[in-house]
Nanobody
Framework: QVQLVESGGGLVQAGGSLRLSCAVS????????MGWYRQAPGKQRELVAA???????NYADSVKGRFTISRDNAKNTVSLQMNSLKPEDTAVYYC????????????WGQGTQVTVSS
């Protein structure tokens, strides 16, 4: 079983910054892609950023140039640095990882609220 624990959400004014972190733990896993998704009220969950084990990254167009995803494979952590935040970034952010060897399934964090005030 794999557990994800997220931290770092909160309330910030437009133009501010937040850093989200996600720690992965469990008895047996091998993580491939690590990513962050978000879901705003009334909207579908969407990919924000993802990172492969080889550190290739992918970003939603709406966050390019403002958000940076980083991972530490040795510590099984992934972070999302969010700068120049906008009110439209307000959402619940979820960490997502894929176990590519043992269970071969996705795991999700509990979600952390990010609220950007105008």
């Amino acid at each position: 079983q794999v557990q994800l624990v997220e931290s770092g959400g909160g309330l910030v004014q437009a133009g501010g910054s937040l850093r989200l972190s996600c720690a992965v733990s469990g008895s047996q896993f091998s993580i491939g892609v690590m990513g962050w998704y978000r879901q705003a009220p009334g909207k579908q969950r969407e990919l924000v950023a993802a990172s492969t084990r080889g550190a290739s990254t992918n970003y939603a167009d709406s966050v390019k140039g403002r958000f940076t995803i980083s991972r530490d494979n040795a510590k099984n952590t992934v972070s999302l640095q969010m700068n120049s935040l906008k009110p439209e970034d307000t959402a619940v952010y979820y960490c997502n990882v894929r176990d590519i060897v043992f269970s071969r399934r996705d795991y999700w964090g509990q979600g952390t609220q990010v609220t950007v005030s105008s």
